[in-house]
T-cell receptor, first 114, second 109 residues
Framework: DTEVTQTPKHLVMGMTNKKSLKCEQH?????MYWYKQKAKKPPELMFV???????INESVPSRFSPECPNSSLLNLHLHALQPEDSALYLC?????????????FGDGTRLSIL | DAKTTQPPSMDCAEGRAANLPCNHS???????VYWYRQIHSQGPQYIIH???NNETNEMASLIITEDRKSSTLILPHATLRDTAVYYC??????????FGKGTKLTVNP
């Protein structure tokens, strides 16, 4: 069981669709992260939110739009994605931004773009 | 880029100790050595971390050399459920976590 919950677990969408990925944690963590993981590759950082503010964007295309409505919730809005965006999208959180504390990961949303 | 080097794969017999090495020759003074693992179809799971001293918890032991340029993760009695990709990562107060390619550990019956 994981303390970071991601929904949905699987998502199939067309290139013209708009969908959102959701991540939730109730551990009081104030840093939240989105990672992208392609098959047989390590996770790659996409975005970091610190105290509900976007602090790092790793040059991610604008068709990915993150949102942090409150300290427990992180969304990733998807629009006009490409087939190469098919991947496992992982959310993580840690107690405080920049602290030497471990990150807690969800089990991800497996996204397929048709 | 990741600052650690790990062997791409290792095998271990069930019940034996698994010793996973990691080289980090350019480690900075404020960087901790972290280990995570990722079991197939799951998110990465934190295992252990350390700065200078050896560390032990219920999952594993971490041995860091005196010069801090390398470390070894030890799973004392490997089980089939320990089959996973193990990542050694340096973290030094930055918000970023940079994963390397990791070591694919296969525990055999």
């Amino acid at each position: 069981d994981t303390e970071v919950t991601q929904t949905p677990k699987h998502l199939v969408m067309g290139m013209t669709n708009k969908k959102s990925l959701k991540c939730e944690q109730h551990m009081g963590h104030r840093a939240m992260y989105w990672y992208k993981q392609k098959a047989k590759k390590p996770p790659e950082l996409m975005f970091v939110y610190s105290y509900e503010k976007l602090s790092i964007n790793e040059s991610v295309p604008s068709r990915f739009s993150p949102e942090c409505p409150n300290s427990s919730l992180l969304n990733l809005h998807l629009h006009a994605l490409q087939p190469e965006d098919s991947a496992l999208y992982l959310c993580a959180s840690t107690l405080q931004p920049g602290s030497n504390q471990p990150q807690h990961f969800g089990d991800g949303t497996r996204l397929s773009i048709l | 880029d990741a600052k650690t080097t790990q062997p791409p794969s290792m095998d271990c017999a069930e019940g034996r100790a698994a010793n996973l090495p990691c080289n980090h020759s350019t480690i900075s003074g404020n960087e901790y050595v972290y280990w995570y693992r990722q079991i197939h179809s799951q998110g990465p799971q934190y295992i252990i971390h350390g700065l200078k001293n050896n560390e032990t918890n219920e999952m594993a032991s971490l041995i860091i050399t005196e010069d801090r340029k390398s470390s070894t993760l030890i799973l004392p009695h490997a089980t089939l459920r320990d089959t996973a990709v193990y990542y050694c990562i340096l973290q030094g107060g930055s918000e970023k976590l940079v994963f390397g390619k990791g070591t694919k550990l296969t525990v055999n019956p």
